[in-house]
Structure formats: structure tokens, C-alpha cells
């Protein structure tokens, strides 16, 4: 992996070239993982429930998702006449663009990684609230009450559960000593019982409770309620306007799961000292697959919440669970010199 | 130095990528599709009957309290991360202090909570 060590070099046209080409790549193994997730989670929670899954479009049904998108493009796009024209065509790609974006500095093992930033997390956080606005901007432009209620639902629970997701990241960051993923990766180096997960317990429970809330998945589906919303803030999208938003909704599945592994699953680490040998890229494909998995298992399992738990939840229990979680590490560096 | 530059352009370079692709394929999706409004496609959605209304309306000042709360916790999280990568090297002093900051906030959130803020009884 060696041609990405341009990082360090001044910036030259074949470089800028080398970057575009690399985020072209990075956007075909996204759209590829999304198209393959969808098939997979139909899969997955099929056999849960007793059933087979798509089966019919290609071999084992997996021609599905793209039978699927290449419908959704050819389907006609109306746009309701009473809709604010400018907002309802710009939610879409503005939902899109900070998730696609936040990949950018993603590490996936020891050499490849693209953007290296010293403020790593904190760009996570600050370019996915920008999707919280697209989809209030979904919801109003639409002029429709189900997508009103849904977008600002959906815009009360992200702000709620981000708070406790931004703040169970602390105690990883003290751990490490800095904000810089491949820094907090390296200082879980070693095998499993050095990983983040033992250490931060609290911290990794409501990080993954709060991560599940934030793309609006079951049990926190709720702006997507279908049997009291329709189908929430993008009822009145349809054809390719509707399929950006759940793309997005995909890609931050993506992204959370590479921001499990690389925050509390040790990132490319391997388990156990016997199994050094295999590379780190694959160890982080195969935790990542793992907590993709995990998200889809809870979809088929848990029922939905109930609106008025909903917000408890965030600030009652996982909000002082969070910030508790910060005083215990602390507390664990000034006593055990914890992390070392 | 050239570390910091580069992951910058490279980060822009995602950006810019994020917004060619909806433009592109919304247009290519507009040659492809089909064109043909009619008055009763362009109704706004209302489970099948006649919309009653507008939907630009005024609607539950809740949203905007937990919009404020958000405020308050999201402007500690900000005190909170330069704090974490530098706790090291402050030491118990520090702890202290973030535990009177936090401390303070969580009266605030307390406070609300007794108010009933964080109960949600309608819509």
C-alpha cells in the first residue's frame, strides 16, 4: 500500500488525480456495499422470520437491489404543487452530500487511510447534523403533514441521541489522548482485551444505543413509523429523489459501523495473538461485517419504541450514563494510570 | 505541514465528488423518465382524500425545548473534547473543574426534567 504515502508529499496535479480517482473508488465500494446491504437485510431478517428473502431477480436473488434502483430511476418524479419547488429538489442531495463526505477520513488499516485529521470525530459529528437539517427542509418543503410531523420528529430524536453519542466518545479520546482515529486505533494495539470495548463497557452501550438512534433504525424508527406516518418526512418524494435518502440513510449505516470497529472494536487489530497473520484489512472488513450484522439482528428482533419513551430514554438514561462513564475514566487514569 | 493540506484537499475532493453524483444522476434519471404531470399526480398526499388545509402551521413549541437543550449539551461537548485529548497532562485540577462545569449543567438538566420538559404527551 506504499503509492498512498503521497500524503506526505507536496501536492502536485498527479496527486490531485490520484485523490480523485481514490474517491471515485471509495464512492463504487459504498454504492457496491449499499446494494449488497439491502440484499443482505432482506436476507438476514427473512430467514429470522421464517421466509426466503428475495429470491427471484437473478441467482439467489441477487440482481434485486440494482432490479430495484434501476426502477426507481426510470419512475416518474412528482413533485406536489403546493411544495416549496427549490427546497423539496435540494433536501435530497444536501442528505446525501455530509454522508458521502464523512468517509473521507475514515482509516481502514494501518496504510490505507485518505484524509488523516487531527479533529477526526469531531468532523463526523459536525458534518452529520448537516443531514438532520435536510430532512426538517424534507419535511417542511413537502407541505404535508405527515412529512412535517416526521421531519420534526426525526429532527427532535437526532439532536436528542446525538448528544449522548458525541459524549460516550470522551472517555476513548482520554484513553487515547487524542481526537485522531488512527491514534485512538493504535492505542488499543494488542489483542481483544485491550480494545475499548472492556475498558469503556458504558461507554460502547450507549454509543451503539445512541448510534441506532441516530439512523433512524428499529426500535427508534419512529419518524419512519409507518403504520402512524406513512412513511414520514419523504412521503412525498418518489423515483431517484426518495432512493438519495435512503442511500444516505445506507451510508451512515456504512459509516457507523467503520466508527464501531475503529472506536471500540480495536479497527485492525487481530483478537488473538494466533491469528497475527492474517492481514488487518481483513480483520476490519470482518468486525465491520459483524456490526453490520448486529444492526439488522436488532431490526428483526426489538419492537419499536413508544414515542413518549423515546426521549426519556436519551436524557434520562443514556445522557447521565454518558457523562458518568467520563468521570469513571477519568477517575480510572488519576487512580490506575489507566491507558497508559 | 503537507500531511494537513493534503487531507484537506483530499476531504474537498469528497465533497465536491458528494455533489457531482445527486446532479449527475438526477439529470440523468430526468432523461430517462417519464414526464407527465396531471393535476391529481401534483395533489399533496393525504391518505387518498382531499387535503384539509395548509401544513405550514405553527406546531409544538416542544420541538424548540429540546432544540435548546441540544444547544446546552452540544456547547458542552465542545468544552468536553479539548479537555479529553489534553487530560493527561492536567491532571486532578482539571477533573475538578470539568466536574463543577458538568455539574452545573446537570442542574440545568434536572431542572428540566422536574418541569416536565422531557415528557412527551402529544404530537
Redesign the interface.
Known sequence: MEPLRFIDKPLTWGHAGLMVLMAVAVLAVVILFVTYAIYFERKVIGWMQFRKGPNRTGPLGLLQTVADVSKLLLKEDTIPAKADRGLFILAPALAFIPSFAVLAFIPYSQHLQFADLNVGFLYYIALSGVTTIAIVIGGWASNNKYALLGGMRSAAQMISYEVPLVISVVGCVMLAGSLNLRDIVEAQSGYFWHWNFLPQIVGFAVFVVAAISELNRTPFDLPEAESELVAGYHVEYSGFRFAFFMLSEYVYVYAIACLTTILFLGGWHAPIPQLDFIPGLIWFVLKFAFVVFCLFWIRATFPRLRVDQLMGLAWKVLLPLSILNIFITAACIELFGMGG | M??????????T???I???A???V??W???Q??????T?A???????GNV?VG???IR??V??YL??L??VV??V??VF??PW?????QL??FA?TE??IF?GLL?VG?IY??KKKV????S?
Open positions: 503537507e500531511k494537513y493540506i493534503n487531507s484537506y484537499v483530499i476531504v475532493v469528497f465533497l465528488l458528494g455533489i453524483f445527486p446532479v444522476v438526477l440523468l434519471g430526468k430517462l423518465r417519464p414526464n407527465k404531470p393535476p399526480k401534483e395533489v399533496t398526499y393525504e391518505s387535503p395548509d401544513s405550514h406546531f409544538n416542544r420541538y429540546y432544540a437543550m441540544f449539551f452540544d458542552e461537548t468536553l473534547y479529553a485529548v489534553a487530560y493527561r491532571g486532578l477533573l470539568m466536574v458538568v446537570l438538566l428540566a426534567w422531557l415528557q412527551w404527551n404530537i
